[in-house]
């Protein structure tokens, strides 16, 4: 069965400082990864997803995470975050042969401090 | 507005009562998918139709649970006898290959169990 684990369960940062979401998931076959993120009071939207390729994909609002497949990771980046960022962070792995179902992390609570 | 609509937003019950929460997916996704989401933790697939056939069923879906999609257009999620552990946010997903399956999220039916 796949799992995914997000260590950091809330980071709080300043304006303009540097973003790093760990994500690291348990799954023996190919899979597709994906982060979504929450505003408050806003439903669950996609920032960025991988599939295949360049193992560095760009997300919407300047994110962009790297598939690292020896460490079965998908760290989520953002070099200078903004007050706006302000939301909940969820990883989220799909096995890539058949079975649809998303499984997610427990999600990573981000405060940004003006 | 063109995405995932469910009906209601909010709803509060008693224990043992039965209840039933909508979702219209976007129009033309022939896959929808129901998560669970409890406090502190990430959504927890629960089950999947494409168009009216239902595919997949997490074990979280008890016997008390049934999902319909009879014209593979809306769904409905029914929870009979309704226990304190079942209050959570209901969250409907829909998706289309033709969009590389990327779901597509609502904002969810918060259910209260008193």
């Known amino acids: 069965a796949q799992s995914v684990s997000q260590h950091n369960h809330h980071v709080i940062l300043s304006e303009a400082a540097s973003l790093e979401l760990g994500c690291n998931y348990s799954?023996?076959?190919?899979?597709?990864l994906f982060w979504y993120v929450q505003y408050p009071g806003q439903h669950l939207q996609l920032l960025l997803k991988?599939?295949?390729?360049?193992?560095l994909v760009k997300g919407i609002k300047g994110f962009e995470a790297e598939f690292i497949k020896s460490k079965f990771s998908f760290n989520l980046r953002k070099p200078s975050v903004q007050w706006s960022d302000t939301a909940e962070y969820f990883c989220?792995?799909?096995?890539?042969?058949?079975?649809?179902?998303?499984?997610f992390g427990t999600g990573t609570r981000l405060t940004i401090i003006p | 507005d063109t995405g995932v609509s469910q009906d209601p937003r909010h709803k509060i019950t008693k224990r043992g009562q039965n209840v039933t929460f909508r979702c219209d997916p976007i129009?033309?996704?022939?896959?929808l998918y129901w998560y669970r989401q409890t406090l502190g933790q990430g959504p927890e697939f629960l089950t999947y139709?494409?168009?009216?056939?239902?595919?997949?069923k997490s074990r979280l879906l008890s016997d008390r649970f049934s999902a319909e999609r009879p014209k593979g257009s809306f769904s409905t999620l029914e929870i009979q006898r309704t226990e304190q552990g079942d209050s959570a946010m209901y969250l409907c997903?829909?998706?289309?290959?033709?969009?590389?399956?990327?779901?597509?999220f609502g904002p969810g039916t918060r259910l209260t169990v008193l």
């Open positions: 997903a829909s998706s289309q290959p033709a969009s590389g399956n990327e779901q597509f």
């Open positions: 799954y023996g076959g190919t899979v597709n």
């Open positions: 991988y599939f295949s390729g360049d193992p």
């Open positions: 989220a792995v799909k096995s890539n042969f058949g079975n649809e179902k998303l499984t």
């Open positions: 129009s033309e996704h022939n896959r």
């Open positions: 139709f494409q168009n009216e056939a239902q595919l997949e």
